[in-house]
């Protein structure tokens, strides 16, 4: 086990390579069994979050994960899940998240030129739909799958995908509210990442487009 940034994560580490997979929601457990079920298979390192719970316990509060990777989103969601804390409470929050994320990012970004493929599960309320309007490209062979999709930051990356048989968003355009998440900072990193979105219940369709990707990505 890692303590990074307050997260306990289980970290796997295979042969080197440029690949770097993290499954952020504890709540998505189709998204961590198919990971653990294709680390041994594969190389590079892989980080789980251990929590059972969408939400991590941060500095005291409680926060989304995957809006943590700016003040600006970790502001927005500290206010939101701990709406009794006062001003005090969240600057001393922010500031402590602030000390914290270089090791937290160090740990989960890939060397240059790999990328980072980070897993996640949606239900009802989110899709390929939510993500094309403020994408700068769409792919979508699959328009009765929503829920199953790719959303790539870099341009490469996405053309490859676009090639097959999945449906695929680009965002490498980091414009618009900055909400925290780490695709909206690999984008303006220019890091690769690739998000990897499966309904929740889909252990089958998670690991056929896994194993999909990792023969595809240039």
């Not at 504890?26 to 680390?39: K, P, S």
Request: proline share 8%; hydrophobic share 40%.
């Amino acid at each position: 086990m890692v303590l990074l940034a307050g997260i306990q994560f289980r970290h796997y580490r295979a042969a080197p390579s440029p690949f770097r997979f993290l499954r952020l929601h504890g709540n998505e457990e189709i998204a961590r069994a198919a990971l653990e079920q294709t680390v041994a298979q594969t190389t590079g390192e892989t980080w789980i979050v251990t929590s059972r719970t969408r939400l991590v316990q941060v500095a005291g509060g409680h926060l989304d994960p995957n809006r943590m990777f700016s003040r600006p989103g970790a502001e927005k969601s500290f206010r939101s899940n701990n709406p009794v804390w006062s001003a005090e409470q969240l600057r001393t929050a922010l500031d402590w998240l602030d000390a914290e994320r270089p090791k937290l990012l160090h740990a989960l970004l890939p060397p240059p030129g790999g990328v980072l493929i980070s897993i996640h599960n949606n239900g009802p309320g989110y899709s390929v739909a939510t993500e094309r309007p403020i994408s700068q490209a769409a792919f979508l062979p699959r328009p009765a799958q929503p829920h199953e999709f790719f959303l790539a930051t870099d341009p490469r990356d996405y053309e490859a995908l676009a090639r097959g048989p999945y449906n695929v968003v680009l965002q490498s355009n980091a414009a618009g509210e900055d909400d925290g998440s780490l695709s909206r900072l690999c984008a303006a990193r220019r890091i690769r990442y690739v998000n990897l979105e499966v309904a929740h219940g889909q252990l089958g369709t998670q690991k056929q487009m896994l194993h999909w990707l990792l023969t595809t990505l240039p």
